[in-house]
Nanobody
Framework: QVQLVESGGGLVQAGGSLRLSCTAS????????MDWFRQAPGRRRELVAS???????NYKDSVRGRFTISRDNAKNTVILQMNNLNPEDTGVYYC?????????????WGQGTQVTVSR
């Protein structure tokens, strides 16, 4: 059974930082590409950052330079370090196991963790 457990969300003032963590079980983590998505109220879920099994990263334009995705294969964990947060970053953040098929939705999702950035 695949499980993705996120933690680290919370309430922070604009300009602050949060560190999200996602620990996976039931998958071959070291060979899986991992993603962080977010969903703001009334908006579609969007890809924020991704990291390949080799550690190559990619970011949504609006977070590049502020967010950093990383992975620790020994701990089956993917991290999203978020700095200089602004209210537009508010939403539920989900980690996901990327599908090996190009263009396909992720195979597995975590339960989500709430991030709220106040002005």
């Amino acid at each position: 059974q695949v499980q993705l457990v996120e933690s680290g969300g919370g309430l922070v003032q604009a300009g602050g930082s949060l560190r999200l963590s996602c620990t996976a079980s039931g998958i071959n983590f070291s060979t899986s590409a991992m993603d962080w998505f977010r969903q703001a109220p009334g908006r579609r879920r969007e890809l924020v950052a991704s990291i390949t099994k080799r550690g190559i990263t990619n970011y949504k334009d609006s977070v590049r330079g502020r967010f950093t995705i990383s992975r620790d294969n020994a701990k089956n964990t993917v991290i999203l370090q978020m700095n200089n947060l602004n209210p537009e970053d508010t939403g539920v953040y989900y980690c996901a196991v990327e599908s090996p098929l190009v263009g396909k939705a992720p195979d597995y999702w975590g339960q989500g963790t709430q991030v709220t950035v106040s002005r």
